[in-house]
């Protein structure tokens, strides 16, 4: 059974860091690129960086998240991580894993074939 299973979120406080995993059973995340896109309340899903296959070219959308958010593979763990640094309120929003259906990044919804089921980061004092 294909599946993604994302894990890590929590609340923290404004510039405080998490770090998101994402882990797959059924497939390889080596041989998909594989991305991250978040949803807050009343906004619609948006791309929040992307790694690559085969490449490896890794990709941040959106300049609020250049320099803060980081994502990276572990092949052996068969896990895609996010690591986010630095975090402001306005990154509140459930961060979703994401296998797309073609071997290309990519900010859009539609080029999505495959999600996880969503975890929640809650920034906040």
């Known amino acids: 059974q294909l599946q993604l299973v994302e894990s890590g979120g929590g609340l923290v406080q404004p510039g405080g860091s998490l770090r998101l995993s994402c882990v797959a059973s059924?497939?390889?995340?080596?041989?998909?690129?594989i991305g991250w896109f978040r949803q807050a309340p009343g906004k619609e899903r948006e791309g929040v960086s992307c790694i690559s296959h085969p490449s490896g070219y890794r990709i941040n959308y959106g300049d609020s998240m250049k320099g803060r958010f980081t994502v990276s593979r572990d092949n052996a763990k068969n896990t895609v991580y996010l690591q986010m640094n630095s975090l402001k309120s306005e990154d509140t929003a459930v961060y979703y894993c994401?296998?797309?259906?073609?071997?290309?990044?990519?900010?859009?919804?539609?080029?999505?074939?495959?999600w996880g089921q969503g975890t929640q980061v809650t920034v906040s004092s």
């Open positions: 994401a296998r797309y259906r073609a071997n290309y990044c990519s900010a859009y919804v539609r080029d999505v074939e495959k």
């Open positions: 059924g497939f390889r995340l080596d041989t998909y690129s």
